[in-house]
């Protein structure tokens, strides 16, 4: 039987770069995939307004890619969330999630360096909170390179504990990560293809596979 899997994710190309390989097995299994992106992305960049448009197409090529069932943009500023009242972002997640009754979430993980990753845990650990008949069985957070990484914090820093074999897929991730090539540094910035390929491979050597993602649990119900 098919499951609902929800990525909400801050950005586009967040979801690629956190868990891509993994949609592309919930892809195999025939799941069915909802992405949604809180903010543009683009905003807080130079003359970024105008490449908006640009960056919900490639979006909109990945759900095709991913033969995702729905893509949602809200399209808040970017590296603004924190401008915006929690609860104001928390309810548009809370009607999404009512509509797609999600059984499985990917989301941020809490001490990422880049603010909107924060606010974006933040909303979707409120608005997914466990009221009883909740579809939603499992939240795990998955890292970023250049955000998660780049942050400091001894008690919250990023801790795996789930690991998921994408080395089937791992070739197909990075075309994936190529439709968002803007995104991309060279070596040896942390967000270059080389160095994306050297952290699943050493997520997946942590377990005993080519390349893994890796994901920290927030919640677990079994």
């Not at 990917?106 to 909303?123: A, C, E, G, M, R």
Request: net charge negative; charged share 30%; aromatic share 8%.
């Amino acid at each position: 039987m098919s499951e609902e899997i929800l990525v909400i994710a801050a950005h586009p190309d967040d979801e690629i770069l956190g868990c891509g390989g993994t949609l592309l097995k919930h892809k195999s299994m025939q799941d069915n995939i909802h992405l949604l992106f809180i903010s543009d992305g683009e905003t807080s960049r130079h003359n970024g307004e105008e490449n908006i448009d640009d960056r919900v197409r490639l979006s909109e090529e990945i759900k095709n890619k991913l033969d995702a069932k729905s893509l949602i943009n809200f399209l808040l500023p970017d590296n603004k969330l924190d401008s915006i009242p929690l609860l104001e972002i928390v309810k548009k997640i809370e009607i999404e999630i009512g509509k797609i009754n999600p059984t499985k979430i990917y989301t941020h993980h809490p001490s990422d360096l880049n603010v909107d990753h924060q606010i974006v845990f933040k909303s979707v650990i409120t608005a997914a909170r466990p009221f009883p008949g909740s579809s939603i069985k499992e939240i795990l957070s998955f890292e970023i390179v250049s955000s998660t990484e780049w942050n400091y914090d001894p008690k919250e820093n990023f801790k795996p504990n789930l690991f998921i074999d994408i080395s089937n897929q791992f070739e197909e991730k990075l075309e994936l990560l190529k439709i968002y090539k803007k995104e991309l540094y060279s070596q040896p910035h942390a967000r270059s293809l080389e160095n994306i390929k050297n952290l699943n491979k050493f997520r997946g050597s942590s377990v005993g596979f080519d390349y893994a993602e890796a994901f920290s649990v927030i919640r677990m119900i079994r």
